[in-house]
Protein backbone atom coordinates (compact mmCIF):
# COMPACT_ATOMS: atom_id res chain seq x y z
CA UNK A 1 0.00 0.00 0.00
CA UNK A 2 1.39 3.39 -0.74
CA UNK A 3 1.49 6.42 1.68
CA UNK A 4 0.91 9.62 2.13
CA UNK A 5 3.70 12.02 2.16
CA UNK A 6 3.96 14.52 4.60
CA UNK A 7 6.88 17.04 4.43
CA UNK A 8 8.09 19.29 7.03
CA UNK A 9 8.99 22.95 5.62
CA UNK A 10 6.75 24.27 2.98
CA UNK A 11 10.10 26.89 1.59
CA UNK A 12 11.76 26.97 -1.96
CA UNK A 13 13.51 23.61 -0.41
CA UNK A 14 10.25 21.82 0.68
CA UNK A 15 9.29 22.91 -3.40
CA UNK A 16 11.98 20.73 -4.27
CA UNK A 17 11.41 18.00 -2.33
CA UNK A 18 7.98 17.72 -3.13
CA UNK A 19 9.08 17.38 -7.01
CA UNK A 20 11.69 14.68 -6.06
CA UNK A 21 8.92 12.85 -4.34
CA UNK A 22 6.15 13.66 -7.21
CA UNK A 23 9.01 11.93 -9.85
CA UNK A 24 9.06 9.10 -7.71
CA UNK A 25 5.66 8.14 -8.23
CA UNK A 26 5.85 6.38 -4.73
CA UNK A 27 3.03 7.85 -2.24
CA UNK A 28 -0.46 8.37 -2.67
CA UNK A 29 -0.46 11.88 -1.63
CA UNK A 30 2.08 14.34 -1.13
CA UNK A 31 1.19 16.90 1.83
CA UNK A 32 3.23 19.74 3.70
CA UNK A 33 3.65 20.88 7.05
CA UNK A 34 4.13 24.75 7.87
CA UNK A 35 4.93 27.03 10.56
CA UNK A 36 2.63 29.54 8.41
CA UNK A 37 -0.16 27.76 8.24
CA UNK A 38 -2.92 28.91 8.78
CA UNK A 39 -1.91 31.85 6.94
CA UNK A 40 -0.95 29.58 4.14
CA UNK A 41 -2.97 26.03 2.97
CA UNK A 42 -0.90 25.81 0.07
CA UNK A 43 2.01 25.59 -2.36
CA UNK A 44 2.73 25.00 -5.95
CA UNK A 45 -0.11 22.59 -6.25
CA UNK A 46 0.46 20.89 -2.94
CA UNK A 47 -2.13 21.37 0.44
CA UNK A 48 -0.59 22.61 3.54
CA UNK A 49 -2.74 20.79 6.08
CA UNK A 50 -0.57 21.78 9.56
CA UNK A 51 2.25 22.98 11.50
CA UNK A 52 4.55 20.83 12.79
CA UNK A 53 3.88 22.02 16.52
CA UNK A 54 2.02 18.86 17.31
CA UNK A 55 4.30 15.95 15.48
CA UNK A 56 1.76 13.30 16.77
CA UNK A 57 -0.80 14.35 15.27
CA UNK A 58 0.39 13.09 12.19
CA UNK A 59 2.25 10.63 12.80
CA UNK A 60 -0.28 7.44 11.97
CA UNK A 61 0.79 4.20 9.94
CA UNK A 62 -0.30 5.21 6.89
CA UNK A 63 1.79 8.30 6.35
CA UNK A 64 5.61 9.09 6.37
CA UNK A 65 7.42 12.24 7.04
CA UNK A 66 10.43 14.23 5.29
CA UNK A 67 11.56 17.13 6.93
CA UNK A 68 12.23 19.73 4.22
CA UNK A 69 14.36 22.10 6.41
CA UNK A 70 17.85 23.79 4.68
CA UNK A 71 19.22 24.42 8.23
CA UNK A 72 21.34 21.51 9.48
CA UNK A 73 20.90 21.81 12.88
CA UNK A 74 17.20 22.41 12.30
CA UNK A 75 16.80 19.61 10.19
CA UNK A 76 18.53 17.24 12.82
CA UNK A 77 16.27 18.66 15.97
CA UNK A 78 12.88 18.05 13.73
CA UNK A 79 13.64 14.88 12.83
CA UNK A 80 15.10 13.86 16.60
CA UNK A 81 11.54 15.15 17.48
CA UNK A 82 9.51 13.26 14.57
CA UNK A 83 11.68 9.94 16.27
CA UNK A 84 10.16 10.53 19.53
CA UNK A 85 6.56 10.40 18.26
CA UNK A 86 7.23 7.28 16.16
CA UNK A 87 6.99 9.05 13.20
CA UNK A 88 8.37 7.45 10.55
CA UNK A 89 10.88 9.05 8.47
CA UNK A 90 11.60 8.30 4.44
CA UNK A 91 14.64 8.54 1.96
CA UNK A 92 13.96 10.23 -1.07
CA UNK A 93 15.95 9.74 -4.57
CA UNK A 94 15.49 11.43 -7.90
CA UNK A 95 14.80 8.81 -10.68
CA UNK A 96 17.63 10.77 -12.64
CA UNK A 97 20.12 10.03 -9.57
CA UNK A 98 23.09 7.67 -10.64
CA UNK A 99 23.70 5.79 -7.44
CA UNK A 100 26.40 2.51 -7.34
CA UNK A 101 24.42 -0.11 -5.39
CA UNK A 102 27.67 -0.04 -3.04
CA UNK A 103 26.99 3.00 -1.75
CA UNK A 104 24.69 3.89 1.52
CA UNK A 105 22.47 5.94 2.02
CA UNK A 106 20.74 7.07 5.18
CA UNK A 107 17.34 7.34 6.57
CA UNK A 108 15.64 11.07 5.48
CA UNK A 109 18.55 12.00 3.28
CA UNK A 110 17.51 13.78 -0.26
CA UNK A 111 18.94 12.79 -3.35
CA UNK A 112 18.31 15.39 -6.13
CA UNK A 113 17.83 15.30 -9.68
CA UNK A 114 21.02 14.74 -11.66
CA UNK A 115 23.46 13.21 -8.64
CA UNK A 116 25.74 10.74 -9.07
CA UNK A 117 26.95 8.69 -5.91
CA UNK A 118 29.78 6.08 -6.54
CA UNK A 119 30.85 3.01 -4.86
CA UNK A 120 31.71 2.22 -1.74
CA UNK A 121 30.31 5.87 -0.30
CA UNK A 122 28.54 5.94 3.28
CA UNK A 123 25.81 8.74 3.35
CA UNK A 124 24.46 9.57 6.71
CA UNK A 125 20.84 10.20 7.90
CA UNK A 126 19.01 13.78 7.23
CA UNK A 127 21.56 14.89 4.08
CA UNK A 128 20.80 16.79 1.26
CA UNK A 129 22.97 15.63 -1.83
CA UNK A 130 21.31 18.73 -4.01
CA UNK A 131 20.87 18.90 -7.90
CA UNK A 132 23.81 18.06 -9.90
CA UNK A 133 26.30 16.61 -7.10
CA UNK A 134 29.24 14.06 -7.74
CA UNK A 135 30.48 12.26 -4.96
CA UNK A 136 33.03 9.81 -6.04
CA UNK A 137 34.18 6.24 -4.49
CA UNK A 138 34.42 5.83 -0.70
CA UNK A 139 33.42 9.12 0.37
CA UNK A 140 32.42 9.36 4.31
CA UNK A 141 29.41 11.80 4.77
CA UNK A 142 28.19 12.68 8.08
CA UNK A 143 24.43 12.75 9.10
CA UNK A 144 22.95 16.54 8.85
CA UNK A 145 25.32 17.61 5.89
CA UNK A 146 24.08 19.96 2.82
CA UNK A 147 26.03 19.72 -0.14
CA UNK A 148 24.82 22.25 -2.18
CA UNK A 149 23.75 22.19 -6.18
CA UNK A 150 26.92 21.39 -8.50
CA UNK A 151 29.28 20.28 -5.85
CA UNK A 152 32.10 18.00 -7.15
CA UNK A 153 33.70 15.73 -4.17
CA UNK A 154 36.30 13.41 -5.21
CA UNK A 155 37.28 9.85 -3.79
CA UNK A 156 38.20 9.52 -0.11
CA UNK A 157 36.60 12.07 1.30
CA UNK A 158 35.61 12.21 5.08
CA UNK A 159 32.96 15.10 6.01
CA UNK A 160 31.73 15.20 9.66
CA UNK A 161 28.12 16.34 10.72
CA UNK A 162 26.23 19.23 10.19
CA UNK A 163 28.59 20.84 7.72
CA UNK A 164 28.31 22.86 4.46
CA UNK A 165 29.37 22.61 1.43
CA UNK A 166 28.38 25.62 -0.65
CA UNK A 167 27.13 25.42 -4.79
CA UNK A 168 29.48 24.86 -6.76
CA UNK A 169 33.00 24.19 -4.71
CA UNK A 170 35.30 21.33 -5.42
CA UNK A 171 37.48 19.24 -3.29
CA UNK A 172 40.23 17.58 -3.55
CA UNK A 173 40.83 14.07 -2.72
CA UNK A 174 41.53 11.92 0.41
CA UNK A 175 40.45 15.24 3.23
CA UNK A 176 38.66 15.33 5.99
CA UNK A 177 36.68 18.31 6.62
CA UNK A 178 35.11 18.27 10.26
CA UNK A 179 32.04 18.68 12.52
CA UNK A 180 29.88 22.14 11.61
CA UNK A 181 32.04 22.99 8.88
CA UNK A 182 31.37 25.79 5.66
CA UNK A 183 32.66 25.96 2.61
CA UNK A 184 32.00 28.82 0.59
CA UNK A 185 30.51 28.90 -2.87
CA UNK A 186 32.93 28.17 -5.89
CA UNK A 187 35.47 27.65 -3.25
CA UNK A 188 38.21 24.67 -4.21
CA UNK A 189 39.54 22.91 -1.01
CA UNK A 190 43.31 21.85 -0.64
CA UNK A 191 43.56 20.94 2.81
CA UNK A 192 41.81 19.20 5.64
CA UNK A 193 39.34 21.69 7.42
CA UNK A 194 39.06 21.29 11.20
CA UNK A 195 35.89 21.00 13.36
CA UNK A 196 33.69 24.43 12.95
CA UNK A 197 36.01 26.10 9.99
CA UNK A 198 35.02 28.88 7.53
CA UNK A 199 36.56 28.33 4.24
CA UNK A 200 36.67 30.01 0.87
CA UNK A 201 38.26 31.14 -2.24
CA UNK A 202 40.59 29.50 -4.70
CA UNK A 203 42.45 27.74 -2.42
CA UNK A 204 40.06 27.61 0.00
CA UNK A 205 41.98 29.01 2.77
CA UNK A 206 39.70 29.25 7.21
CA UNK A 207 38.97 32.70 7.26
CA UNK A 208 36.87 32.04 10.64
CA UNK A 209 36.69 28.69 13.19
CA UNK A 210 33.16 28.72 15.32
CA UNK A 211 33.13 27.11 18.31
CA UNK A 212 30.89 23.64 17.89
Known sequence: MTKRLVIIGAGGHGKVVADCALAMGAFSEIVFLDGLYPEITKVEHWSVI??????????DP???????????QTRGKVMTELDKVGGEITTLIHP?????????????????????INIATNIGQGC?????????HDCIIGDYVHLAPGTK???????GEYSFVGIGAVIIQCLAIGKHCILGA???????LVDGSVAVGIPAKIIKINVT
Open 50 to 59: GNADNLSAFA
Open 96 to 116: SAVISPYATIGEGTLVCANVA
Open 62 to 72: SSVFFVAIGNN
Open 153 to 159: LAGSINI
Open 186 to 192: GSTLLED
Open 128 to 136: IINTSSSVD
